[in-house]
């Protein structure tokens, strides 16, 4: 089975009013104490495997791990190096954005190791880049993309889709020059307005307009159009690759695999003694500074997984992905499968196909995914 390590770095310039991630902006922090508790983590999950698997890929999320030191990142890495064997060509992917990148810390960050950059754009015009919050310029954004692009062997571009007042031309026109720039890979977000962010509030008293169901299921299906035509179809229902340049990483996560999640809020998925063991991390930085330096580890929750409950959680995120599931080995994974009633149902009305026993998702059922599980499952 594959093995992802993911690290997080809480910290921030700035919190965008769309976003509900694990983000805090500080005005200064102690870089090496932050680093000293995340090896400190690492060092916790590795000790409580039996066996350790062989590490394929490396994220850093966040928050903006591009505030982050070359050196920092450099000795996250060395760590995980010496407490797992390392694949030969392990995927080592930074998050990065726009206004915290410069070429010496790019530099700094390949030196290190890292080989995969994706950049946060969210936007290609200043207007709405001021409404998203971001502290970068449309001019910033593809000044970073082609640093990054010159630095690193493969760079995945951001942009969020179905924004406040967002029609379809002119996403269609944005998409057109995100394509122009000649990634491998795109993940193209619908924004969500989530819960107890300032976009929520925004929402709620009527001074937010986000386009309707309809409008962002036609922005949905122009992205799916404009991408096929580039050659890169969605592989995930957010993400675009050219054929061989998905994110092996988060692939991890769609196919069910064990990863082991580093820093404050992260979440991770481990096999430990015949056990599926979720583990979270506390949220507040701080808070789980303090209990890492004092337990070893910052876990709110390391918990055995029922199941019944695993098996839903693969359905819901392999469901995701184009190429589907294969029934038969997860049958032979959980002992179950879903109810051949219930999948010839939702295939009559257009939400899953089944071939060779492999179920996929339509586009119209990944974009109504939870119903369909909820279906499958219940």
Not at 59 to 83: D, E, W, Y
Not at 135 to 161: G, K, N, P, Q, W
Not at 256 to 264: L, N, R
Not at 266 to 293: C, F, K, N, Y
Request: glycine letters at 8%.
């Amino acid at each position: 089975m594959s093995f992802a390590v993911y690290v997080h770095w809480p910290f921030c310039a700035a919190k965008c009013p769309y976003c509900d991630f694990n983000s805090h902006v500080r005005t200064a922090i102690d870089e090496d104490g932050w680093v000293d508790g995340i090896v400190a983590e690492l060092e916790w999950v590795a000790n409580s495997q039996s066996q350790r698997p062989v590490v394929e890929t490396i994220f850093f999320g966040g928050g903006t791990p591009s505030l982050m030191s070359g050196k920092s990142v450099g000795r996250i890495l060395q760590k995980i190096a010496a407490l797992w064997p390392m694949a030969n060509d392990p995927e080592i992917t930074l998050e990065a954005n726009p206004a915290s990148a410069d070429a010496a810390r790019f530099a700094d960050y390949r030196a290190a190791g890292v080989n995969r950059v994706s950049l946060g754009v969210q936007a290609l015009n200043d207007a709405d880049l001021k409404a998203l919050g971001r502290l970068h310029d449309a001019a910033e954004a593809r000044a970073a993309l082609a640093l990054a692009m010159a630095t690193f062997d493969r760079v995945s571009l951001d942009l969020i889709y179905a924004r406040p007042d967002q029609t379809d031309a002119q996403w269609r026109n944005e998409l057109k020059q995100a394509l122009a720039f000649g990634t491998d890979h795109l993940s193209l977000y619908q924004l969500t307005i989530e819960p107890q962010t300032p976009y929520a509030l925004l929402h709620r008293d009527g001074r937010l307009q986000i386009p309707d169901d309809d409008l962002a299921a036609g922005l949905y299906e122009t992205t799916q159009e404009l991408t096929e035509a580039a050659g890169l179809p969605a592989y995930e229902i957010s993400n675009h690759a050219r054929p061989g340049q998905e994110s092996r990483h988060n692939l991890v996560y769609w196919r069910y695999g064990d990863y082991a999640g580093a820093g404050p809020g992260a979440h991770g998925r481990l096999s430990i003694q015949g056990a599926r063991i979720a583990t979270a991390a506390i949220r507040l930085p701080e808070r789980w500074h303090d209990t890492v330096m004092k337990n070893g580890h910052g876990f709110s929750e390391t918990a055995a997984i029922s199941n019944a409950d695993a098996a839903r959680e693969h359905l819901l995120m392999n469901l995701r992905l184009a190429e589907g599931l294969d029934l038969a080995a997860y049958e032979r994974r959980w002992g179950i499968k879903p109810d051949a009633v219930k999948i010839a149902a939702l295939a009559q009305q257009g939400f899953l196909t089944l071939k060779d026993d492999v179920l996929t998702a339509t586009p119209s059922g990944r974009l109504l995914l939870n119903r369909v599980i909820e279906e499958l499952l219940n």
